[in-house]
């Protein structure tokens, strides 16, 4: 697949085209691979391989190993799941909802967003699998005519969620691959050698036609209409995964919201986990400016205080509900066995992000850094509080027990955190972090209007 | 059949140099953005994107499957479940609205694949990675006789550039 010769060769030689900056900095970052680079690779690839020795062992000698036993057959996998979808709800939401609120500033950062969407949503998919005891058997939870004669039960929402999680797995794909095909095109059109052919195929022979962009358009549209609803709804399904079921400080029907919220919040936080040192590594600072950061920060406040109103709401209907089992639900989470993490996630999720009121720590990258890294913990130690403290006290005492994590399941953490950063490591090198096409277009439109925007 | 290729800074300028040659009648052009301009698009080709009808039959086709999916498997097998209908509507929304969005964002996927042309191809003749940078291209095929009035047209219009590349 050679591509042809360019009108380079066939107009006049008395002006050498000349790249455009936005091209060569974004592509910039892909080039080269430098030593501190590859150790980060190896470093999660070697996490990523000690996480499927010690899955094997599990699924050699059974899901004991992963703590698994009466009353709290739900652990860290699912926590980790429902963190990690929530992780990949920033992507769609920076791609989708911000695209449709016409906010120019999302086109920045929408990239690497959707990537790390994309991965997310990889990594949190791997859970409820590692969680089957027969995992081989996953595929019983898709609809197929099978000898048994049996079909799944649509009223369930352990199914409502495959279907959510696949869409939502199968869309971001979709979002992230149209978006990247005209940088792709202008990668192919720089790259030499094998690099040249992989992105001429991957492409699709886009050359920015009228007909081209017009459909490239019309299609990020759509996708945007449909992707705002669904990126709804997938937590609104994880939340009724638990709302549905009658288990004390489960059962609440503020739940959809409360998780959309918070997946919103924690994926913001991931977002500048992440873009905070690619900025600083790939010298990304006239793309990523201090107006973006100010703009995430300010989405972080207001999910947080989203999050902190649910986090009162529960409490306050817990206690004026009058039943029982909920009060001494929620006052066992704030004076239990698991006081320390509902006060970790009271205090990084609800308290911290207050100081974001402050204008100047908005632009302080360091600081927002810090704050991120406490939010993601914070959001972790959510999902841990709702699932453990509920399950380990239910109705009858006789079932009550204590949860401790396991070895096991902390490799498979550790593990997945390592999965995620590779996926996103080869990322960074193959594709840029940064829409180009996007940024060209405010450049453009700015040289035509005279720099009125 | 001669083609001349043009090259603007401009998508202002691109687009007003399309819509003038649109007026004089040649219609044989193609433009190439390194952005989405939506004037420049509207000026080689009004007529709005028939993506639209793809994610339109998507959905739909999505939401037919989805319940018709689920009535006909719990009829099929009949199991009662929580004392509810065997076929009861109410839960088989979540099932429903999440294939009426994978078929629709499926189906608006091949609507771009196919209303842009869009497979691994061999380039146009006249592409330039210049047009993957920040310039604008428009390539027009006209007759013999045309060559001095179309260039005119694009000159007159700020063209960076006009070639006559082949007769």
């Known amino acids: 697949m050679t591509p042809p010769p360019g009108m380079a060769d066939t107009m006049s030689p008395l002006e050498r085209p000349r790249d455009s900056r936005a091209n060569i900095d974004i592509i910039a970052p892909t080039k080269g691979a430098p030593w501190p680079y590859l150790m980060m690779l190896a470093i999660a690839i070697i996490g990523v391989i000690q996480a499927v020795i010690i899955l094997a062992y599990q699924a050699y000698v059974g899901l004991g190993v992963a703590g698994y036993q009466q009353p709290i057959f739900w652990g860290v996998y699912i926590i980790t799941f429902v963190f990690w979808i929530g992780i990949g709800h920033a992507g769609t939401l920076i791609s989708a909802i911000l695209f449709l609120f016409r906010a120019k500033w999302r086109n920045a950062v929408n990239r690497g967003a959707e990537a790390l969407t994309v991965f997310a949503v990889m990594t949190a998919g791997l859970f409820p699998i590692l969680h089957l005891g027969r995992l081989w058997k996953v595929y019983f939870l898709i609809p197929y005519p099978n000898q048994r004669q049996l079909w799944v039960n649509f009223k369930s929402p352990l199914l409502w969620d495959v279907f959510a999680i696949s869409t939502y797995a199968s869309i971001s794909i979709v979002f992230f691959y149209i978006g990247l095909i005209p940088d792709i095109a202008a990668m192919r059109d720089r790259a030499t050698g094998g690099k040249k052919v992989a992105y001429t195929i991957l492409a699709l022979g886009w050359q920015g036609t009228g007909p081209q962009w017009k459909a490239h358009s019309r299609s990020v549209l759509h996708l945007s209409g449909l992707a705002t609803p669904l990126v709804l709804s997938v937590h609104s399904v994880v939340s009724w995964d638990f709302a549905m079921s009658i288990v004390p400080g489960w ?173 996103f490591l080869l990322f960074l090198k193959a594709f840029p972090v940064i829409a180009i096409s996007e940024v060209k277009e405010l450049i453009i439109h700015e040289k035509d209007h005279g720099g009125s925007h | ?156 219009e700020s063209a960076k550039e006009v070639t006559v590349v082949d007769s």
């Open chain 1, 251 to 423: 059962h609440a029907t503020i739940f959809a919201p409360y998780f959309v919220a918070g997946a919103v919040f924690g994926g913001f936080a991931m977002v500048l986990n992440v873009l905070i040192p690619v900025r600083r590594i790939f010298r990304l600072e006239k793309y990523l400016t201090n107006y973006h950061f100010e703009n995430m920060s300010k989405f972080l406040l207001l999910t947080s205080t989203i999050c902190g109103y649910a986090y009162f709401a529960e409490y306050f209907i817990a206690w004026y509900s009058g039943v029982e089992f909920e009060q001494s639900s929620f006052w066992l989470r704030l004076f239990g066995p698991y006081w320390l993490s509902t006060w970790c996630m009271i205090i990084f999720n609800v308290v911290f992000p207050q100081l974001l009121w402050i204008k100047r720590l908005r632009t302080n990258l360091p600081f927002l850094f810090g704050l991120c890294f406490f939010i993601n913990l914070g959001m972790w130690f959510e999902r841990y509080v709702i699932i453990i403290t509920s399950l380990s006290r239910e109705y009858i005492p006789g079932t009550w027990g204590l949860y401790i994590i396991s070895p096991v399941e902390i490799a498979v953490i550790v593990g997945s955190f390592c999965w995620f950063s590779m996926w």
């Open chain 2, 1 to 156: 059949m001669a083609t001349v290729v043009s090259v603007f800074e401009l998508p202002s300028k691109t687009a007003s140099a399309v819509r003038k040659l649109k007026d004089r009648g040649f219609d044989d052009l193609t433009t190439y953005s390194p952005a989405p301009f939506p004037e420049v698009e509207e000026a080689e080709d009004p007529k709005p994107s028939p993506v639209r009808v793809f994610t339109l039959v998507g959905g739909l086709s999505g939401v037919v499957l989805g319940f018709a999916m689920q009535i006909w498997m719990s009829l099929e097998w009949p199991i009662k479940i929580a004392g509810k209908a065997f076929a009861s509507i109410p839960p088989f929304w979540i099932v429903g609205f999440e294939l009426t969005i994978l078929l629709g964002g499926f189906f608006t996927l091949f609507g771009l694949l196919i209303v842009g042309g869009l497979y691994p191809r061999r380039l146009d003749k006249h592409y330039s990675p210049r047009f993957s940078a920040e310039e604008f291209g428009v390539v027009v095929n006209c007759e013999q006789r045309d060559i001095s009035e179309v260039e005119m047209l694009l000159r007159g």
